[in-house]
């Protein structure tokens, strides 16, 4: 059976969503929603995508010539059996109506509040969004953090974590947002990444503070875990990750000191876009101490969430496929280890 599958917002997310449906032999891209006539969107209509118009645009006073001919929104929910909305922040509640009245069900992005919809990360919480109408795909940073902690907490058991969130200032092709010349802790404590975990893994203790500096360069995270009465090797925790799916160990030996060596390593790779969807921690920062496991990790903010995406399709609409028959096929069709 194939899926007929829309996007609704061709940005960051959206563009690599598309893309990453059309290398889905159970999944037919039916088109993408835009919201203006740019870039991203010629380059999606010249790889055969059909566009469809946003409400806004179609009430634009004065359209350009290319978003006159745009058929609207509401034609591309007549055909879909599911929307992916990538729409920012607070656009996929006002869509979520839509959905609704077209009978369509949708997965939403992690700048939305948790109650729009199941959080999601298909190696953790499968199960939660098996036929679901409403879905999310919780942020880059929580699914960064889920993928490591769920496998430390199935093998040992958490009884605490603390982690700080570096955040890169803005998407490398952002020019509006910063900081340019500041580092800029957040002034909350927690930050909203530990409650978005508990989202996702509810029995795990986690405390989470963030800060924002001037790179474009991933997401990295300082992770300190608290085990329940055990203590862990630095080469059990290595041996952990390495068979943890969608996580990769990268390491000093092999050149890797930074996060700019890891968005050169994913080019290096051929990797669509220069991304890198898996998590990667450095061997060398992972520290044992007593019942404490340490290590850092960077998380590539624009594409660590597409792969669970996909998985999220399927879980909603294709209840016989099972978690890891899923994960293993986006991840082949993704390059991803
Ligand atoms: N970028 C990241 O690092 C990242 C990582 C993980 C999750 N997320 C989450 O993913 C979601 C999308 O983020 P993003 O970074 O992809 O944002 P983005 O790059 O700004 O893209 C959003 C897209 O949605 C379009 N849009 C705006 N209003 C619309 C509407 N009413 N209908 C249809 N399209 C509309 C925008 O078009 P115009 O520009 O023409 O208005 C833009 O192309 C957010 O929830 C975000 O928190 C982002």
Aim: hydrophobic share 40%.
């Amino acid at each position: 059976m194939t899926i007929k599958v829309g996007v609704v917002g061709c940005g960051t997310i959206g563009k690599r969503v598309a893309d990453a449906i059309l290398l889905q032999d159970d999944m037919e891209l039916v088109g993408i929603v835009a919201n203006s006539w740019n870039y991203k969107v010629q380059a999606a209509q010249d790889k055969g995508i059909a566009i469809y118009a946003s409400m806004h645009l179609m009430s634009k006073a004065d359209p350009t010539e290319q978003e006159r001919v745009l058929p609207p929104f509401h034609h591309m929910l007549r055909e879909v059996d599911i929307v992916v909305d990538c729409t920012p922040k607070g656009i996929p509640e006002q869509n979520r109506s839509w959905y609704e009245q077209y009978n369509v069900k949708a997965i939403f992005q992690g700048g939305e509040k948790a109650n729009i919809g199941q959080s999601f990360v298909a190696q953790v919480n499968w199960e939660a969004a098996v036929d679901a109408d409403f879905v999310r795909v919780v942020s880059c940073n929580t699914t960064g953090l889920c993928r490591t902690l769920s496998a430390i907490h199935k093998k040992y058991g958490i009884e605490g974590v603390h982690a700080t969130m570096i955040r890169r200032a803005a998407d490398p092709w952002d020019i509006y947002h910063g900081p340019v010349n500041a580092i800029v802790p957040h002034l909350v404590v927690p930050s909203h990444h530990g409650p978005d975990v508990r989202t996702i893994m509810p029995d795990v203790d986690i405390f989470t503070t963030s800060l924002s500096v001037p790179t474009t360069l991933m997401h990295v995270h300082s992770v300190s875990v608290d085990l329940i009465d055990k203590s862990a090797t630095v080469e059990d925790v290595i041996e952990l990750f390495r068979n943890t799916t969608r996580v990769r160990v990268v390491s000093n030996a092999d050149g890797i000191r930074s996060t700019a060596e890891i968005m050169e390593f994913a080019k290096d790779l051929g990797r669509e876009r220069g991304d890198m969807p898996e998590v990667c921690v450095w061997t060398d920062t992972i520290g044992g101490w007593h019942n404490k496991i340490m290590y850092i990790q960077a998380v590539h903010q624009e594409s660590d969430v597409v792969p669970e995406n996909i998985d999220a399709i399927r879980a909603m609409t294709m209840p016989h496929m099972g978690q890891m028959e899923s994960i293993a096929k986006t991840n082949k069709s993704l390059g991803i280890i």
